[in-house]
């Protein structure tokens, strides 16, 4: 019997639908029949040409041929159906960052997400929610392929619009700061003091401090880190793409996500403020200006920026390095011409706290979870590995490290004794800060936060949504080499 690859895509996608009835099922709240036959969305996972530049041009893998992936806008808890064809010779997950998913959806293959086949597909259901700026990216490990997990171009924007939209602006652009040609080199990293707090704690400083030392005693190097060739916002380097058009007086809404597989991003617009309404698409109780946003690997920032400064500006990175390098996109006010100008911001701390209210409304929680992570320099094949509480996470050994009763309020205590910074994530669930690095605050959402070095941070979640739950670091060299754990409802 030959097959046309119609056919065969047929036949996997049948194959592929068989398999994902019952998550239909459960997405939607009862083994219904599939709701056939169109999708409401395809995505289809390929690798495809970027022009970073006219002279940049480089093959990645990516969704639906461009970079970065379509803009997805869903309707808060309006279900939708979406078609994922897997055009590689790689099995894939996709995930849904930020949302409040079952398992079957969610795209993590440490979950129990099953994958979507190589040269198959999978159609899945999933009611989005909460509100407000998400994403969808792979969620595979890469190790040492450079060109796998997310060093690649699958990053796409995910927007949730509320039930009910305050519409305070004029208009929104969404900017995705993502890096391309990744390269391995030794140590060298670069110091990163921009947190405030910047209160470390002795004893985790100690503990890193001796380790480090011991290893280094034993004659081992520092353990690899990544480094990129190519930088760009909307996979265009700086001076490439179309400007960003503006008028005075517009109030212009920036949904901000950094899409890079392991750096902290910082992005500034000369001559403005950000005043910033929300953090990973949630809503902050204090939505006050600041000159510099900082974001973590995987973390979004919505904010309005008056344009009251005409001229032709760059937005970009802090790093005169990077953002020559391509981190950067030009603002031009109507009528302004000229040679677009940047200038450096005084210097600023980021603070999440600055966002937040104050700690007094907070309940108390109905267990304190601890966790210290820790860093064995340089002894997988060259590579940093990781720690949570002692244990390398390992896909042979997938057995949860922390159980959740439903409907409790938990208080995850994250004690960093490494002088990296660390971007921590929870799957599944949104949480709440309430105390950076000593300092205490309430009322701030969100599913990543960057942990300083030698530093203790403390979020609050509610367990509701139960099945396995993954947390890792979302450095990917991190996640990939033992930063993860999972939690399991009993
Ligand atoms: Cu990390």
Redesign the pocket.
């Known amino acids: 019997m030959s097959l046309s690859r119609r056919d065969f895509l047929k036949l996997s996608s049948l194959a592929a639908l068989a398999g994902s009835v019952p998550n239909l099922g459960r997405a939607v709240g009862q083994a219904a029949p599939l709701p056939e036959p169109a999708a409401d969305y395809t995505i289809r996972i390929g690798t495809g040409l970027v022009e970073l530049a006219p002279d940049r041009i480089i093959s990645t893998t990516m969704y639906n041929g461009q970079f970065p992936g379509p803009l997805l806008r869903f309707k808060e808890g309006q279900s939708v159906v979406v078609d994922i064809y897997n055009d590689t010779d790689t099995p894939e997950q996709l995930h849904w960052h930020g949302q409040f998913l079952p398992v079957d959806v969610d795209g993590s293959s440490e979950e129990g997400t099953p994958f979507i086949p190589a040269h198959g597909m999978r159609r899945i259901a999933l009611t989005p929610r909460p509100a407000g700026l998400r994403f969808y990216h792979t969620h595979l490990r890469a190790g040492a392929n450079l060109d796998g997990g997310q060093y690649s171009g699958q990053v796409g924007v995910v927007y949730i619009e509320p039930k009910q939209e305050p519409g305070d602006y004029d208009r929104e652009v969404f900017l995705v700061l993502k890096e391309f040609e990744p390269t391995l080199s030794r140590g060298g990293d670069m110091s990163m003091n921009f947190l405030a707090p910047s209160t470390r704690v002795k004893e985790l400083e100690r503990a890193g401090e001796s380790a480090m030392r011991a290893s280094l005693a034993k004659g081992m190097p520092h353990g690899y880190e990544v480094g990129y060739e190519l930088f760009s916002i909307n996979g265009r380097m700086l001076g490439h793409g179309e400007p960003i058009r503006v008028k005075a007086g517009e109030r212009v809404l920036f949904h901000v996500l950094n899409g890079s597989a392991t750096e902290m991003r910082s992005l500034a617009l000369p001559g403005h403020s950000f005043q910033v309404i929300a953090l990973d698409g949630n809503p902050v109780p204090t939505p006050v200006h600041v000159p510099v946003l900082w974001l973590g690997t995987a973390e979004r920032a919505s904010a309005i920026v008056k344009m009251n400064h005409p001229g032709v500006w760059i937005t970009g990175d802090l790093a005169d390095d990077d953002r020559k390098h391509g981190m950067g996109v030009v603002v031009e006010y109507a009528g302004r011409t000229g040679k677009p100008k940047w200038a450096a911001p005084k210097p600023f701390h980021w603070d999440y706290t600055r966002f937040g209210k104050s700690s007094a409304e907070l309940p108390e929680p109905d267990e304190l979870i601890e966790m210290t ?1 820790t860093k064995n320099n340089a002894v997988e094949q060259g590579f940093n590995q ?1 720690r949570i509480n002692g244990v390398v996470f390992s896909m042979d050994n997938m057995e949860p490290m922390f159980r959740l009763r439903q409907g409790g309020r938990y208080r995850l205590r994250m004690r960093n004794a490494s002088d ?5 994530h929870l799957h599944r669930h949104s949480f709440e800060l309430t105390s950076i690095a000593g300092k205490a605050t309430a009322g701030i959402m969100k599913d990543v936060v960057m942990l300083g070095g030698y530093q203790e941070i403390e979020v609050d979640f509610k367990a509701d949504n139960p099945g396995l739950t993954l947390f890792h ?3 990917q060299l ?2 990939d080499f033992g ?1 993860m754990a999972l939690f399991d409802y009993a």
């Open positions: 992570f990781w990296d910074i660390h971007p921590v670091c979302h450095q991190h996640m930063f």
